[in-house]
């Protein structure tokens, strides 16, 4: 099983910054099979990246993903207020599994 | 407009049973296929089953397989796990969830998701 290492767990930030979240798998992701996912209380979890780079369609473009292999990241370029929530990584290449989230957090 | 919609999360004892549904609605339901995934409070995401278009196939992560079963109806689109010897380790929020490519594919990023149902295991 791939076991997905996500951090920080924590990262603050204020709106307009930038954020970059990490996601280290403990073997190489097949395919670049790697997803990206929000979660903010109360709501259903919403998928913003798949295939570590191609953004769902209406998802806003300051949301990219990148990486290949064992080390993805994604990239949130300018923080809206709405973008303060929980994100998680997923690899879908080989059965699937989550990593642990990172929150993100205002400061 | 796809939906998912959970229902069947209760509190129940340590080695009883329960069974959850998914209502699915605005799409072609048997065109899919479906997994359930849930979540332990204030910790992360496990995938827990998957099950094909016409049922012939049907994945278990290892820490429900023997106790856990995943089914489907066409007819009434909609999900169902049945979880039996429940322990306080399977307490928490189920989801359904959904690739909405057609055709069996797994595994596969999921890019519906039901609001979830709370299941606790407590005496």
């Known amino acids: 099983e791939i076991v997905l290492t996500q951090s920080p767990g924590t990262l603050s930030l204020s709106p307009g910054e930038r954020a970059t979240l990490s996601c280290r798998a403990s073997?190489?992701?097949?395919?670049?099979?790697l997803a990206w996912y929000q979660q903010k209380p109360g709501q259903a979890l919403r998928l913003l990246i798949y295939?570590?780079?191609n953004r769902l369609t209406g998802i806003p473009g300051r949301f990219s993903g990148s990486g290949s292999g064992t080390d993805f990241t994604l990239t949130i370029s300018s923080l809206e207020p709405e973008d303060f929530a929980v994100y998680y990584c997923q690899q879908y290449g080989g059965s699937l599994t989550f990593g642990g989230g990172t929150k993100v957090e205002i400061k | 407009e796809v939906q998912l919609v959970e229902s069947g999360g209760d509190l129940v004892q340590p080695g009883g049973s329960l069974r959850l549904s998914c209502a699915a609605s605005g799409f072609t339901f048997s065109n899919h296929c479906f997994n359930w995934v849930r979540q332990a409070p204030g910790k992360g995401l496990e995938w827990l089953s998957y099950i094909s278009r016409s049922s012939s196939t049907i994945y278990y992560a290892d820490s429900v397989k023997g106790r856990f079963t995943m089914s489907r109806d066409n007819a009434k689109n909609s999900l169902y796990l049945q979880m039996n010897s429940l322990t306080a380790d399977d307490t928490a929020v189920y989801y359904c969830?959904?690739?909405?490519?057609?055709?069996?594919?797994?595994?596969?990023?999921?890019?519906?998701w039901g609001p979830g149902t709370l299941v606790t295991v407590s005496s």
């Open positions: 969830a959904m690739w909405a490519g057609s055709g069996d594919l797994y595994p596969s990023p999921l890019d519906h």
């Open positions: 073997q190489s992701v097949t395919s670049n099979n």
């Open positions: 295939g570590a780079s």
